[in-house]
């Protein structure tokens, strides 16, 4: 069992940012591939980023296109945390951001069906 909570969603102006967090159980999290989805209205779950250990010390992360430049996945091993910095936001960037774990795996995937674990959701919204 894995337990995830996100926090440090809200309302921004376009510009400007944001930073999520997403607290995790388990023994084993560094291990863990971690990710963040986010679901528009109407829109299916996409993926964001995801963040995957590589080495002792070194971590490997993915993006999706959208968002190179401007997001940035972090993780703190000691902490059981995965950070999301979004800067220069934009309306489209308005969503319910969701944090995602899969204990199963050493690799990133941007498909949600790889993610076993999925915290509740925090929503961002970016006003024009």
């Known amino acids: 069992q894995v337990q995830l909570v996100e926090s440090g969603g809200g309302l921004v102006q376009a510009g400007g940012s944001l930073r999520l967090s997403c607290a995790a159980s388990?023994?084993?999290?560094?291990?863990?591939?971690m990710g963040w989805f986010r679901q528009a209205p109407g829109k299916e779950r996409e993926f964001v980023a995801a963040?995957?250990?590589?080495?002792?010390?070194?971590?490997?992360?993915d993006y999706t296109d959208s968002v190179k430049g401007r997001f940035t996945i972090s993780r703190d091993d000691a902490k059981n945390t995965v950070d999301l910095q979004m800067n220069s936001l934009k309306p489209e960037d308005t969503a319910v951001y969701y944090c995602?774990?899969?204990?199963?795996?050493?690799?990133?995937?941007?498909?949600?069906?790889?993610?076993?674990?999925w915290g509740q959701g925090t929503q961002v919204t970016v006003s024009s």
């Open positions: 388990g023994r084993s999290f560094s291990s863990y591939v």
């Open positions: 963040i995957a250990r590589v080495g002792r010390n070194t971590y490997y992360a």
């Open positions: 995602a774990a899969d204990p199963s795996s050493s690799r990133t995937s941007t498909h949600p069906e790889s993610y076993d674990y």
